[in-house]
């Protein structure tokens, strides 16, 4: 009789990445849904601190799986670029929907359960360990044996750490506040606009600050946080004070916001993906270090480790050696490294007057130039 703990597929981390994984397998290979099985440190919803941007390329994602958008966001018609009294607007239709990633990722998670997988709430890994025939996962609650695991449980990843994949890639940091405010009066919600302010750049942040307009409860507010991708090799700004800066200038005081933070580990081509019969999915493999945008890669790489998986069953072959190349030859891998490049060269930028140019430059040229940009960075789609 086969002992119950046994899984074909354990998936660490019901976040985008470990959602998608599964719903994808469901799809290619539904026979395999019984035994498959989710660990989630959390029970959905679960609190997750993040902007909440869904760009057109997220969207995309969500349709592959056969989903909609299917809850409460504020859509974003116009993204603002500023950096210092520079600034830029670049419009596109429904370019990003701002949600609460509680409700997203339990949406995603109800999805799940209804494909037949079960998602075992509470559930966090302490330890796994390659075993005959397969991987032993041990969590607070139980011990369990999987032919196959995938390691999507995000930035600080316990799967990556227990296998020993030292970290060749960088981690970024950020901090978010939440802001209430008028819906009728502030032009995030009257002219649908996020914000990507550059303007700490000046202070040695390798990243932006953003302003998202969002729904709590129904309620207005602006997600607003700072991003430092810490990609370049020179010395690095006091991220604090640069966003106390920041919110001061929106008349924001320091003392009145409550400071969540989180990492986000950035995608190195170079980096490990696999081992044997191990795959890394999402943030624990490395998403983008330009705009730290996650929720869709983490989505993509689910499409991308369902079918690795999928292909091992059928050839009883579990290295997964080819893992890293598949990630590189799709076009996940293709965009996280044009924005790796991108991320290197902007914010390696000694010169507040090189990115004063760069925005004077796009000021004056032609909107559908600006698009264009946008698009090969992955920000809009030229379709829309
Ligand atoms: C402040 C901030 C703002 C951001 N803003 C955006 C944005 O606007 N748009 C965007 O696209 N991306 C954004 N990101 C990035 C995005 O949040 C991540 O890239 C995305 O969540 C990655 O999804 P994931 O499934 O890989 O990981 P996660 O969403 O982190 O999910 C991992 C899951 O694993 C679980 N887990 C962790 N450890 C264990 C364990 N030991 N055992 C079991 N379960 C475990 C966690 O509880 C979690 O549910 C932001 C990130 C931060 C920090």
Redesign the pocket.
Known sequence: MMNSSHYDVII???????LSTALHLAHVAPSLAERILL????THP?R????????FH?AEQLRQLGLDMDVPAAVVHNVAFRFGHHEFTTESQNTMHIIQ?EAF?ASLASEVCSKGIEIRGG????DLRPVSQGIELT?NKGVYQASVVVG???????VRQKLGIRSTMGVAR???AMTPVDEQTTPAFTHHTAVFDFTCMQQGVQGYI?D?PCFVDGQAFLNR?I?DSRIASRPRGDLKAAFATALTERGIAWDSIKL?????RWFNPRSVFARPRVLL????AG?DPLF???????MEYGAIAASTIVEAFSQKEFTFADYRNRILRHDLGHMLLTKVRIAKMLYRLPFPRICSLLWRFAELAPPAFNRRIGAMLGVFSLKG
């Open positions: 660490v981390g019901a976040g985008p990445a470990g660990l989630e440190a959390a679960r997750k601190v993040c902007g909440g941007a869904i760009t997220g990633r990722d559930e966090r890994l302490g969590t999507a449980d995000g930035s600080n990843s316990v950020l901090l978010r953003w998202f946080g991003f969540e933070g989180h990492p986000v999915a999402g943030d624990a998403v730290a945008e996650g929720i869709s890669y983490a």
